[in-house]
């Protein structure tokens, strides 16, 4: 009966996803309709990455499949997981098993963790999934799902929903600089968990944690007054994405580390805080292009083909003073 109702509701989700993807495909340019082989993502890709960013589990774990082998996208297995842990933590149990499987395998970008793998499995089993069933026995009905999922180098806990404040005030301004209010919403959440209040050991301040170089560059003088912060960050954001010619990833790495590091080494700088952290926004904001006004800045004319950057990011344990823009 347990293994049924599953299956009604994955029919359904399905069902579901697939009314919603119909539509967002309608409204995507058919320009975008074929794969750019630098890396630029297909108007199906577009429209999961909607999905996913709303929350549809659906979505998140048919996005993490394309990731993990490179279906239509630049393969990205550490982004793969996370997508498949987010989907997991909905209790979706396909997403569960593959996240299980990922961590017992321990391949490619992922590292092995044998523990965390049978975990994952027994709860997939124990939510209805066929395959982690022939591979472990169920969890207990009264178990929690495991606590730990994403990789170490890229977890930094569970994604919570931003405040209705913070939401109302991002959607109504982001439009204003041009900017994907999902995309801010994405740079706050690993920037300051949206806390107005935070400062970093770097002196980096408020929701968009802005240093004191950048609050003046851009016109900031309270930097813990939410609007300001907002405004600022919008503002670096904005021609970030200029400069880099809607490059998101390139555009997050230079927030990190700064623009200049990016240009110097050509894409995303060896530096382990600056890798994790691109890798943590694209876990929220998968969508790698994002429109942007050539007007505001004249672009660093790096090469289109490091839009995959985040596939290339290195695993290993290079070391590297990580510059706070």
Partial sequence: MGKTLV???????????????????????????????????????????????????????????????????????????SLYCRAARQDYPEAAYRAGRMHLAGRGAVSKDEELGRSWLRRAALLGSEDATQMVKPASAKSKAPDRCEPPSVRWGVIRMPPKEIRAMVTKMAPTYGLDPELVLAVIAVESGYRVDVVSEKNAMGLMQLIPETAERFGVTKP?????????GMKYLRWLLAYFDGNVTLALAGYNAGEGAVVQYKGVPPYRETQDYVVKVHSVYPRRVHPHDPGVVRSAGLPAARQEEVAELSLSSRSGASAKR
């Fill in 7 to 81: 299956r009604t509701a994955k029919a359904a989700s399905a069902l579901a996803v697939g009314g919603l993807l119909a539509s967002l495909l309608a409204a995507v340019p058919a320009a975008a309709q074929s794969q750019n082989p630098q890396g630029a993502p297909d108007r199906t890709i577009r429209a999961l990455e909607a999905l996913a960013n709303k929350g549809s589990a659906r979505a998140q774990y048919e996005l993490a499949m394309r990731y993990e082998v490179g279906k239509g996208v630049n393969r990205d297995e550490r982004l793969a997981l």
């Fill in 224 to 232: 813990f007054d939410p609007e300001q912060n907002l405004r600022g």
